[in-house]
């Protein structure tokens, strides 16, 4: 497996992560066996980077990892990180209320990940979101202090503008930006990730397939079940989706000239943006996760770089990557 470091705080990672959250919230039903099966698979390949919120099916993904973990070779336990988000306010019903990045309560959800995880630390913590009440200094700063105390080893960020990274920055080492990053979400481009690059931040992108958009697999026909939260994506609805598997087309074409498949080419894309950048691949299967490590073997050279930018400039996407009410709690998008 492939290596790379996060910042120059952080930890060296696999170079491609595992993102959890489908394993347990949003993407429809997911198969437990199935997920257990594709997370040992994953860790069995070298990946060791995994990443959780506390929030994905309340708390449900960290004990679906605790479990792996429990049931995985030593070797291959004591090998993975755990990166995970907090903050994030629930209903019973699933509905989100908002964040809270008070610092009691940045450790009061670090103990509870604790317990779920089973472990006595969290490689990485981050704010999924920050609180627009809580400045970003004192959340940080309460990682700080679980940083002091042996519960955490690293502090990341997630989906923060390049002023808000720089406040976070002055007050403690951040290892990592977590935030979306992809061909057809690029508005990282032009401020947050110089900024993270001048602060020797690492990037750990999300949405490398923007959900399953881009990944070559995803139809016009196809009817998401009533608990995909793609049925509420812009970028999933009508028109909009219609141009957006157009772009994809347009990408099959590139990758079928070079033997791979489109997801490859896609995941391959953002691993060629620089040795800092480390992209987590959400598969909840077996076989999506094997297509996923393909691309680690998928080399673009400047003729293929130039042939993508001309089928999927930066900016061709249609519509948002969230929802209106999601797309307000985006430090990242002011």
């Known amino acids: 497996m492939q290596t790379r470091t996060l910042g120059t705080s952080g930890p060296q990672t696999s170079a491609l992560g595992l993102g959890c959250m489908g394993m ?106 920050i609180d627009p009440d809580v400045p970003v200094e004192e959340t940080v700063g309460a990682i700080a202090e679980l940083v002091e105390a042996g519960h955490v080893r690293h502090i990341g960020l997630s989906e923060v503008g390049a002023e808000t990274l720089r406040r976070a920055a002055a007050v403690a080492p951040i290892s990592d930006l977590q935030i979306e990053y992809s061909l057809v979400s690029r508005g990282i481009e032009e401020a947050i990730l110089p900024t993270a690059r001048e602060l020797g931040i690492g990037i750990t992108a999300y949405g490398v397939l923007s959900r399953g958009l881009i990944s070559g697999h995803f139809s016009r026909d196809r009817k998401l079940a009533p608990n995909d939260f793609r049925g509420m994506s812009p970028r999933f609805q009508g028109e909009n989706l219609d141009r957006n598997l157009d772009l994809v087309d347009a990408l099959r074409k590139i990758a079928e000239q070079k033997g791979v498949s489109v ?64 797309m307000a709690h985006l430090d990242s998008e002011r």
């Not at 959780?52 to 479990?67: A, P, R």
């Not at 953002?270 to 959400?282: F, K, M, T």
């Open 263 to 326: 997801a490859q080419t896609a995941i391959a894309w953002v691993l060629s943006r620089g040795e800092d950048i480390v992209p987590l691949v959400g598969a909840r299967r077996r076989d999506r996760l094997t297509e996923a490590l393909g691309a680690l073997d998928v080399t673009l050279d400047a003729d293929d770089l130039a042939a993508i930018e001309h089928a999927i400039p930066a900016g061709a996407a249609a519509g948002d990557r969230y929802p209106a009410e999601q």
């Open 24 to 129: 347990s919230a949003l993407y429809g039903d997911s198969d437990r066996a199935e997920s257990i099966a594709t997370l040992h698979a994953a860790l069995e390949a070298g990946i060791t980077l995994l990443d959780t919120g506390d929030f994905y099916g309340m708390g449900h993904n960290e004990l679906l990892i605790n479990e792996a973990l429990r049931t995985a070779p030593a070797a291959a336990r004591e090998r993975a990180l755990t990166s995970v988000k907090f903050g994030a306010l629930r209903t019973v019903e699933g509905g989100f209320t908002g964040y809270d990045g008070r610092p009691n309560a940045v450790k009061n959800f670090a103990a509870y990940s604790l317990q779920r995880l089973g472990t006595d630390h969290i490689d990485i913590y981050r704010i999924a979101r």
